[in-house]
């Protein structure tokens, strides 16, 4: 029931952002629909000056934030806080981004608005659980409700929303995981259609795909739609690295940024916005979008959404990434007619494999592109091919790249192992998070020896974790070495916990599989082992109860069959 209520929450945020954004461009521009359309109505000197301007009041806002919740809360990654957290979302952090990226969005910044959507429901969802009081292995299932629930309000794709939650936010389809994400997908998307309707996003050209000698053409475009989303998140990831260096408040980046996009819109409009009307032109054949100029808005976007990104803008890389994709394959196509080859299929053919193919290699998640592309065209005559390019564009991207554009920020903070992006989006069974619970209330190094005995009188644990003042863990009170200060006099009032703790004991993370902790578990005393995000920040975000870790794997490891006691 939860998950249902997630699923409302999911529809409104969708809605919300809707009338938000086209709210916004009529009291900034006198205007609304969508950004394309606008810029084409729009002066040149305009077209400069809103992006700059957006972008400059957006970093203002996350300046402010960024000074006014200064060392509050924790991670605001949606990721990392089910990879490697404790599913609590910071709410008023992530209010603040929201609203940055909303002024971003309707100022014709090249991002989409699902980034903030599916981030604000999985905030709301994750608040919910708190309220609730849910241990964080609850918390993070309903953290990716939200995500489900963000997904498919914003796409009206109920089932890639599911899809989307179970492997790449959990990695992990079993069902009694994956139900209540349907549950809160589903409820978001019908909620959306309530105000939107159940039309498809795009809209393609009828064809029949029927014969044999037609697949190569949907291997080599694959190919080519692994090699750009490969360029693509390299070159996000330069971008980000130039701008770090740069060393420039956050809102002078965004005003750049912003004003890149508004220098290139005076001559291309097309650059505004996610994309959205120009990719369902593309999918149409529109005349207007040849080779030439189709390959000039191809480098345009990729341009103007890589500096957007890269300065640090809030917002999503999905529907631009379906604009690339629509853009390579139709080139594609429209090359292959020109040379008298595939003529038996349209344009528009060659442009949905092209937006299913990078999607799919940019999130090295062909089952979630293959889905998504079907749900927001509803055509399902171009499946096999779809297919086909999905897998090779998956593989040549990995080959060339080897983290997703969901599993590079992680992988950079060393948020996962080596082999973790290979996993992450697998059916994997059986992690930490799953069984995490409450960490045991630590103390802090400085607490005193009366703090102390006060806590070990009023807890069943014989011991406590100690933390620093950034929550990191960095040693653990003993009640049995306690014993030995009880005969000391006046001095006992000057030893705090730092004096009387021992080393940091072995830690395990949520992100490890449970079979990998078998040597922690079998070699330690402790009843509660501490979890930590990472064995290099070491921050204190559950605890892994060791009885019940060893009778799971118990179980898992027992031959089928065997009667339980």
Not at 431 to 460: N, W
């Amino acid at each position: 029931m939860l998950a249902g209520l997630v699923g409302i929450l999911g529809g409104l945020t969708n809605a919300f952002f809707h009338y938000a954004s086209h709210m916004l461009r009529l009291l900034a521009m006198g205007l609304t629909g969508d950004p394309v359309e606008i810029a084409v109505e729009l002066t040149p000197a305009m077209r400069l000056v809103v992006p700059t301007l957006g972008a400059l009041l957006a970093g203002l806002i996350l300046r402010w934030g960024q000074q006014y919740l200064r060392d509050r809360g924790g991670s605001t990654n949606l990721l990392e806080v089910v990879v490697a957290g404790d599913g609590r979302l910071p709410f008023r952090p992530n209010l603040i981004k929201a609203a940055s990226s909303l002024l971003s969005v309707a100022s014709g910044a090249s991002i989409g608005r699902e980034g903030p959507i599916t981030q604000v429901s999985a905030t709301l969802a994750s608040k919910l659980g708190q309220i609730a009081l849910w241990p964080p292995y609850r918390l993070r299932l309903l953290v990716a409700c939200g995500a489900a629930a963000g997904m498919a309000g914003a796409y009206n794709a109920p089932i890639a929303g599911s899809v989307f939650a179970a492997q790449i936010v959990l990695g992990n389809f079993s069902m009694n995981l994956f139900a209540p994400l349907m549950f809160a997908s589903v409820t978001a998307a019908v909620v959306s259609r309530t105000f939107f309707g159940i039309e498809p996003w795009y809209s393609v050209p009828e064809f029949e795909f029927t014969r044999i000698l037609q697949l190569p053409w949907f291997v080599v475009l694959g190919a080519l739609a692994g090699v750009l989303a490969a360029s693509f998140l390299r070159l996000l990831q330069a971008a980000e690295r130039v701008f770090q260096r740069l060393g420039q408040p956050i809102q002078v980046r965004l005003t750049m940024a912003g004003l890149a996009v508004g220098g290139l819109a005076v001559m291309i409009p097309e650059v505004w916005g996610n994309g959205y009307s120009v990719t369902s032109r593309i999918l149409q054949n529109a005349p207007q979008y040849g080779i030439a100029w189709l390959s000039l808005l191809l480098l345009a976007k990729v341009g103007t959404t890589v500096l957007t990104v890269g300065a640090g803008t809030v917002g999503g890389v999905f529907t631009p990434t379906l604009f690339l994709g629509a853009a390579l394959g139709s080139l594609f196509g429209q090359v292959l007619h020109v040379l008298g080859l595939a003529e038996s299929l349209p344009v528009g053919a060659f442009a949905l494999a092209g937006m299913g193919s990078v999607l799919a290699a940019t999130t090295h998640s062909p089952l979630l592109a293959l889905i998504m592309v079907f749900e927001i065209s509803l055509n399902y005559s171009l499946m096999p091919a779809l297919m086909l390019a999905c897998a090779v564009g998956t593989l040549v991207s990995r080959q060339l790249h080897a983290n997703s554009v969901y599993t590079e920020p992680l992988q950079r903070r060393g948020l996962l192992g080596e082999a973790e992006p290979d996993q992450l989006g697998a059916a994997t069974q059986g992690k930490i998070g799953d069984f995490m619970r409450e960490p045991v209330p630590p103390v802090s190094e400085t607490a005193t020896f009366k703090e102390l005995g006060q806590r070990f009188l009023t807890s069943p644990n014989n011991f406590l974790p100690v933390v620093d003042d950034r929550g990191r863990l960095t040693g653990l009170v003993a009640l049995q070495d306690l014993k030995g200060y009880l005969n000391a006099g006046q001095e006992l009032q000057a030893v705090i916990a730092y004096d009387v703790m021992r080393p940091p004991p072995a830690c395990v993370t949520p992100n490890q599989l449970l079979h990998e902790a078998l040597p922690v578990l079998l070699a330690t005393e402790l009843r509660h082992i501490p979890v930590v995000n990472t064995l290099t920040e070491r921050r204190l975000v559950g605890s892994l109860a060791r009885a019940e870790a060893l009778s799971a794997l118990s179980e898992a490891l027992a031959p089928k069959g065997t009667a339980k006691n």
